[in-house]
């Protein structure tokens, strides 16, 4: 399968961006298939949501892409197109692995009349209540929920990884405002339970606060920004809805040893999230995005291999427990093999470094696994009897991401195959490829006399704005002001 696949993105030119919540298999498939050819290094990638535009606009204009195959749900791909779009590559063909519609049921939670009456009503509450707002959206939403949302009330998007800071500095600089989050109910209620937290705790003074959170704040604004947000009370991820009240007691009643890190993601259940941002304040665990849970591991086991030559250092066993989809462990191995496979080449006097993941899922037994003499990284599913998480799935992993498989990837290779020879079957592929490109439902229309695909892609600039200069857009902060008048 490698091999044919390699032979065919090498003829075509072809780029693809993955999720990391793709299938395992899939992922490793990926990832022998970038490393088995120079050329496809820079051509295949596996990333977050917003990672994989920027990845796909490296690829088409540093690298020769002509099209992209984007492995993820359907308002991945349209971000994905929008965003070569406004770099300048809207020639550039973007096709998803199936012709079906592949949804996701947060973004779908936000496709309702309900999220939009929630919307007008809770703009209209800010004002009668002498505060001005801002939608801050999950970047996991469809184009289409963005231009509405736009043409409601100011939105800009975020991600899991900047939400905190774009918060932060919107509050900074936009007097008595009011923010509205959503779609993701867990995420916004973590946020909320995340801001609590530090209010209560007296670690956090103003000045840790200004050093290590944001150096516009202090106790008194970020209390309230707390009082002053808003959440979208029903959203959720159906995966991240599993990490609920049997995992966190899987969690404290089998891992509390020493060496043992917990990590959620800001899409979990509180219970979940609660254990995670406990043991973050003294650097046992994390949480955050898929990325910042893939950053923390890889320190944690880099640290652990820098100190196993010391003459005073013992054999380590780390264990990371993961919680958020599946999916994410093919990235998490592979970056912490790499790192075990160079200690072992280095290390002295025999001592060594062992990793496992294990996906928290049940109150029953977990599955042990054997120790070997070589610095290893262990897998461990959840529950005994096939009942729980492994590298082949089977819970904590997404229905939708797995309408992406191997054998869709190849058909779309051999379609852009043939539409490039220009052959009699050219004209039957490009109109079966048109199937795969992402939905249009914004294409052609209007709201309030505004393009809707500008509209919903505005959002998306203003978090970019943001992300690079560390201010909120000019544009974005006057829409805000003068939404009242």
Request: charged share 25%; net charge negative; hydrophobic share 35%.
């Amino acid at each position: 399968m490698v091999e044919t696949l390699k032979e065919g993105l090498l003829k075509t030119d072809i780029g693809i961006v993955a999720h990391y919540y793709m299938d395992v298999e899939l992922q490793g498939v990926l990832q022998a298939l970038k490393y088995s050819h120079p050329d496809l290094e820079n051509r295949i990638a596996i990333a977050d949501s917003l990672k994989m535009g920027d990845l796909a606009v490296d690829m088409c204009r540093d690298h020769g892409v002509s099209s992209v195959v984007c492995l993820g749900v359907d308002f991945m791909s349209e971000s994905v197109q929008a965003i070569l779009g406004k770099n300048g590559f809207g020639d550039i063909p973007v096709y998803r692995a199936t012709a079906k519609e592949i949804g996701c049921s947060l973004a779908e939670s936000a496709e309702t009349d309900l999220y939009r009456a929630w919307l007008h009503k809770q703009s209209k509450q800010a004002l009668d209540d002498g505060c001005v707002p801002l939608h801050v959206i999950y970047i996991n939403t469809s184009l289409e929920t963005k231009a509405i949302s736009s043409s409601i009330v100011p939105t800009i998007t975020c991600t899991s990884s900047n939400v905190v800071q774009t918060m932060l500095q919107a509050a900074l600089e936009i007097p008595n405002l009011r923010i509205l989050y959503g779609p993701d109910t867990y995420m916004g209620e973590n946020l909320e339970r995340l801001l609590e937290v530090i209010g209560e705790t007296d670690d956090w003074t103003d000045s840790k606060i200004q050093s290590e959170l944001h150096p516009g704040h202090n106790n008194v604004s970020l209390k309230k920004l707390k009082d002053n947000l808003v959440v979208f009370p029903s959203g959720n991820c159906v995966v991240h809805h599993m990490f609920g009240n049997q995992v966190v007691d899987t969690v404290k009643e089998k891992y509390n040893e020493p060496d043992t890190y917990v990590t959620a993601h800001l899409e979990v259940p509180g219970e979940m999230f609660e254990i995670g941002m406990t043991k973050s304040l003294t650097d046992e665990g994390v949480v955050g995005s898929t990325s910042d849970i893939l950053n923390f591991i890889t320190r944690k086991v880099q640290d652990a291999t820098n100190t196993a030559g010391d003459d005073d250092a013992k054999d380590r066993r780390l264990r990371f427990i993961l919680g958020t989809e599946a999916g994410m462990v093919t990235s998490i191995v592979k970056s912490v093999q790499d790192i075990l496979e160079k200690a072992a080449t280095t290390s002295q006097g025999g001592r060594r470094v062992e990793a496992e993941v294990i996906f928290p899922v049940s109150s029953e037994a977990v599955m042990s696994t054997e120790d070997s003499d070589e610095s290893t990284l262990s897998v461990v599913p959840g529950v005994a009897g096939g009942e729980g998480c492994s590298t082949a799935g089977g819970c904590a992993t997404c229905p939708f991401m797995k309408m992406n498989d191997l054998d869709a990837v190849q058909d779309i290779i051999d379609l852009v195959d043939e539409m490039r020879q220009g052959d009699d079957n050219s004209s039957s592929s490009e109109r079966r490829l048109r199937a795969h490109l992402p939905p249009t439902k914004l294409q052609g229309k209007f709201i309030d006399g505004i393009d809707a695909i500008e509209l919903g892609t505005e959002a998306i600039l203003f978090m970019r704005h943001f992300m690079l200069n560390k201010s909120m857009p000019k544009k974005l902060v006057d829409k805000v002001t003068t939404f009242s008048k």
